[in-house]
C-alpha cells in the first residue's frame, strides 16, 4: 500500500509539522518548498495524499493544485489554509471546474493531521 | 414836543431848505423809513427844563456833543457852547426869547465838533410837560439841507423827486442799482427811468407820496436785458414838507434783495425736497402735540392725504398696542429721551410689526413741545429672521446628523481596519503556530522524561489550541476594502459560505438544510461581504449548537416584494430574552474570552444597511435562534438569476 505523503508549502515549520505528525506512525513523507517541485515530485512518484498549501511564491496553491490534477488526477488533495477572501473565488472556481479536494483549516494539530490522513488513505473516503 | 414811546424822538422829514417843524404826530410808517430818514437827516433831539437842573439829549447828539446826557453841568449853556462861538449870542436871544414867550423859533448856526464845523438848524420851542408846572424847553437838532456826503455813502438806492416826481438827487448807489447814471435821470420823471416792470410799482408810489402817505413794495421783479438787470428789488417812499407843511416831493430808497430771494428760493427749494422726501419715503412720519393728539402724519400713512388734527392714527392705534403705545409716548414727553418699541398691529391681511421711535421735539424754551414718532413695517424683515432662524435650525440638526453619520462610518471604518489588521496577523501567525504545536506534540509524545515534563508540554499545547482558536476568529473579520460591487446569485453566495464551513459542520455533525427556491432575483452587492455575512451566521449557529441535542441549521430564502428574505435558523435554545437587545452591539459576545470577538453580528447587520437591507433577529420561542437577512433584488428585467 501507498504511504507516502505529499506537503508542498513554503514554510519549513508547517513542512516540519506534516513529517513530525505522521513519519511516526509508519507514513513517508515528502516535502515541497514550493508548488513547482511538488508537482514534479508528484509526477514522478504518485503518492497517496497530498497536502496543498495555497499562499505561496511563484506558483500558488489553486495552480499547482490544477497541475496536480494533470499529472496525477485520481491523488486525494487536501488545501490546507487559514480561510483568507482572496483565494475563496479561485477555489470556489476550482471546485466548480470538476477538481476535488478536501479544506483543512490551518493551523493543523499532529492528531488532526494523523485523522484527516487515517480517513483518506484507511477509511471510507470522504471525498 | 412828543416823544416817542420809549423816549425816542421821531423827527420830521424835512425839504431840502425847509426848517425843522415840530411834528405833533407820529408817523405810522414804516420803521426802515424812519430809521434812514433819522440817519440821514437828523442828529438829534434836546429838552432842557430849568426846574429839573439838567439838561437831556438823545443819542444822535450826545454822538454829535460828545457828552453823555446827565454827566454834564445842568445848563443848556452846555448845548449852546456846541456851536461855533460867533453863533453862539444869536443862539441864546432866541432860546430866551423862546423860553419868555414861548413861541417856537428856529436859529441856523455852526456846529463845532472834533474841528469840523457842520451847519445845522435848531428848532425850539417852550412846552410845559405833563405834571410839571415849570415850562421847559425842547427842540431838534438838523442838518441843513441834505447830507450829501452820507447818501453819496449809502449802499442803497437814495433818489428824491419833486411835486412833479421829477428827479432832483440820484446817488452813485442808484445809478449802479437801476442801471442809470446821474447825467441820464437828474431832471426826467420817476417812471421813466425805473426798470420794466418795476415802473408802474414806482409810479404809484409816488402819487401816494406826493399825497402826503409813505410806501413800500417788497421784493419787486426787474428786467431790463439791455442794462444787464434781472432781478428784486425792496422799494421804500416817503414825503418831503415844505415849510409850512406842504408835500414839496418825496425821497425814495431802493435796495436790490435778489441774492436774498434767491436764497430763500433756494432754502423754500429745499424745504420742499425735504418734505416729499418725508411726505413719500417708505417710513411713516407722525408728529403728535403734548396732549398727545396727531398733528402731522405723512402720505406714508394716509396716502390720500394730510390728516393733520386727528387723533392718533387707528393704524397704529389698535387696541393690542394701545397701552404700549401711550405708555412710552408718555415717556418720552415727560422725560425728553427717546424710546424704540416694537408694535404688533393686528390687521386684514395679518399682524404688522412696526419698528417705532419717538423722539422729543423741544419748544423755543427748551420744554418738550411734540413728540415725532417714526414707525417702519418690519415685517417682511422679521419674516425673513424667523425663515432664517428655522432654516439656520434646519442646517443644524442636519450637521448634527451628518456629524453623527460620519462618527458612525469612523467607527465602522475602525472596525474593518481593525478586522483586516488582525486577519492579517492570524494569516502570518498560522504557519508558525502550525510550527510549534506540532514541535510541541512531537516532543510530547518523544519524551522519555518524568511525567510532570510531559504534563507541562501537554498543557503547552493545550494553550497553543487556545491561541488557534483565537486567530480562527480573528481571520472571520477579514473583509476586503476595494472590491466592487456586482450582480450576485444568492445560491453561489451562500454556497461559497456553505463551502468554507461543511468541513466545520461535519466535523460537529451539524445537519445542513438547505431552501433556495429556483429563479431567485440577483442583488447586487460586494461578493466578499455578503459571504461574510452568511459565514458569520453560519459561524454563530455552529457555536449555538455546540451543546444542542439536535444539531441542524437550516437556510431558507423567499422574495418578499423587492427584498429577498434569508432565514438562517439553527436548532439551539435561542437568545435569553435579557440580551435580545443587545446582540447587534460591537463588541457584544456571550462565548467565552478569546472565543468570539463580539463583531460579527455588528459588522454583518452593518454591511446589510449599506447594502440597503436588514439583518435582524426573529423571535421564534422554543424553535431556536434565526437571523434574517433581507436584500433588495435587482428587478427581473435589470438582471437575471441563474
Not at chain 2, 66 to 83: E, L, N, S
Not at chain 2, 146 to 162: G, S, Y
Not at chain 2, 378 to 386: C, G, H, P, R
Request: aromatic fraction near 6%.
Amino acid at each position: 500500500m501507498n504511504r507516502r505523503i505529499l506537503t508542498i508549502d513554503d514554510d519549513p515549520a508547517v513542512r516540519d509539522a506534516f513529517v513530525f505528525a505522521l513519519s511516526d506512525v509508519g507514513y513517508e513523507v515528502e516535502t515541497a518548498a514550493d508548488g513547482a517541485e511538488g508537482v514534479e515530485l508528484a509526477r514522478r512518484n504518485a503518492p497517496a495524499l497530498i497536502f496543498l498549501d495555497l499562499r505561496m511564491p511563484g506558483m500558488d496553491g489553486v495552480e499547482t493544485l490544477r497541475r496536480l490534477h494533470e499529472v496525477c488526477p485520481r491523488v486525494p488533495v487536501y488545501i490546507v489554509t487559514a480561510f483568507r477572501p482572496d483565494y475563496l473565488d479561485e477555489l470556489a472556481q476550482a471546485a466548480r471546474d470538476g477538481l476535488r479536494f478536501g479544506i483543512a483549516s490551518k493551523p493543523l494539530t499532529s492528531d488532526q493531521i494523523r485523522t484527516i490522513t487515517h480517513s483518506v488513505l484507511e477509511g471510507p473516503k470522504v471525498m | 414836543m412828543p416823544m416817542g414811546k420809549h423816549g425816542k424822538y421821531h423827527p420830521p422829514m424835512p425839504s431840502a431848505d425847509a426848517a425843522p417843524r415840530v411834528q405833533r404826530d407820529r408817523c405810522a410808517r414804516p420803521w426802515r423809513v424812519q430809521a434812514t430818514a433819522e440817519r440821514l437827516l437828523a442828529f438829534g433831539t434836546w429838552m432842557w427844563a430849568p426846574g429839573s437842573g439838567c439838561m437831556e439829549w438823545s443819542d444822535g447828539l450826545y454822538v454829535l456833543l460828545g457828552y453823555r446826557p446827565g454827566t454834564v453841568a445842568a445848563d443848556y449853556q452846555i448845548f449852546v457852547t456846541a456851536f461855533h462861538p460867533e453863533d453862539r449870542p444869536r443862539l441864546l436871544v432866541q432860546l430866551e426869547a423862546c423860553l419868555d414867550s414861548g413861541a417856537p423859533v428856529s436859529f441856523s448856526g455852526r456846529l463845532s465838533h472834533a474841528g469840523q464845523a457842520q451847519r445845522v438848524r435848531v428848532a425850539a420851542e417852550a412846552s410845559r410837560p405833563p405834571g410839571k408846572h415849570l415850562r421847559c424847553l425842547q427842540g431838534a437838532v438838523q442838518r441843513a439841507g441834505l447830507p450829501e456826503d452820507v447818501i453819496a455813502a449809502a449802499t442803497d438806492a437814495v433818489f428824491a423827486f419833486d411835486g412833479d416826481t421829477r428827479l432832483s438827487l440820484w446817488n452813485p448807489a442808484a445809478g449802479r442799482i437801476l442801471r442809470r447814471p446821474a447825467s441820464q435821470v437828474l431832471g426826467r420823471r420817476v417812471a421813466e427811468v425805473f426798470p420794466s416792470l418795476a415802473r408802474n410799482r414806482a409810479g404809484r408810489c409816488c402819487q401816494r407820496v406826493l399825497a402826503g402817505q409813505s410806501c413800500y413794495a417788497r421784493g419787486v421783479r426787474v428786467v431790463d436785458r439791455a442794462a444787464g438787470l434781472n432781478g428784486y428789488f425792496d422799494m421804500d417812499f416817503a414825503p418831503l414838507h415844505g415849510p409850512s407843511g406842504e408835500v414839496t416831493g418825496g425821497i425814495g430808497m431802493v435796495r436790490e434783495v435778489t441774492e436774498q430771494r434767491r436764497a430763500q428760493a433756494r432754502l423754500r427749494l429745499r424745504v420742499r425736497q425735504s418734505c416729499s422726501l418725508l411726505e413719500h419715503g417708505p417710513d411713516i412720519v407722525m408728529r403728535f402735540d403734548r396732549r398727545l393728539r396727531c398733528v402731522y402724519a405723512n402720505r406714508t400713512l394716509f396716502p390720500s392725504g394730510h390728516a393733520a388734527g386727528e387723533n392718533t392714527p387707528n393704524a397704529l392705534h389698535a387696541d393690542p398696542t394701545r397701552s404700549l403705545w401711550y405708555r412710552n409716548m408718555r415717556r418720552v414727553l415727560a422725560t425728553g429721551e427717546p424710546a424704540s418699541v416694537e408694535l404688533f398691529v393686528p390687521g386684514p391681511a395679518g399682524t404688522r410689526v412696526f419698528d417705532t421711535r419717538m423722539v422729543a421735539e423741544p419748544g423755543p424754551y427748551g420744554r418738550v413741545r411734540s413728540v415725532l414718532a417714526v414707525a417702519r413695517d418690519i415685517t417682511e424683515q422679521k419674516q425673513a429672521e424667523e425663515a432664517l432662524r428655522q432654516a439656520n435650525r434646519r442646517l443644524e440638526a442636519a450637521m448634527d446628523e451628518l456629524r453623527a453619520r460620519q462618527r458612525q462610518d469612523v467607527e465602522e471604518e475602525k472596525l474593518t481596519a481593525l478586522g483586516t489588521l488582525a486577519a492579517g496577523i492570524a494569516h502570518e501567525l498560522n504557519n508558525p503556530m502550525m510550527g510549534v504545536m506540532n514541535y510541541v506534540d512531537y516532543a510530547r509524545r518523544n519524551l522519555g522524561a518524568p511525567d510532570t515534563v510531559r504534563d507541562v508540554l501537554t498543557r503547552a499545547a493545550r494553550e497553543l489550541e487556545r491561541i488557534r482558536d483565537l486567530l480562527k476568529n480573528m481571520l472571520a473579520f477579514a473583509r476586503p476594502i476595494d472590491e466592487p460591487s456586482g450582480e450576485l446569485s444568492l445560491h453561489n453566495v451562500i454556497g461559497a459560505a456553505l463551502d468554507l464551513m461543511m468541513q466545520e459542520f461535519q466535523a460537529r455533525q451539524i445537519e445542513v438544510k438547505l431552501d433556495l427556491p429556483y429563479g431567485l432575483p440577483a442583488v447586487r452587492a460586494k461578493e466578499g461581504h455578503l459571504q461574510q455575512v452568511f459565514v458569520n451566521l453560519l459561524m454563530n449557529a455552529r457555536d449555538a449548537l455546540a451543546n444542542a441535542p439536535r444539531k441542524e441549521v437550516s437556510i431558507r430564502a423567499v422574495q418578499e416584494g423587492t427584498l429577498i428574505r434569508v432565514d438562517v435558523t439553527d436548532s439551539g435554545t435561542g437568545i435569553p430574552a435579557a440580551i435580545r437587545d443587545r446582540i447587534f452591539d460591537p463588541f457584544f459576545t456571550t462565548k467565552r474570552p478569546g472565543k468570539g470577538t463580539g463583531l460579527g453580528l455588528s459588522i454583518s447587520r452593518a454591511i446589510m444597511l449599506e447594502l440597503g437591507g436588514d439583518l435582524v433577529y426573529q423571535d421564534r420561542p422554543g424553535r431556536g435562534t434565526t437571523l434574517s437577512v433581507s436584500i433588495p433584488a435587482i428587478p427581473s428585467n435589470a438582471g437575471e438569476s441563474p
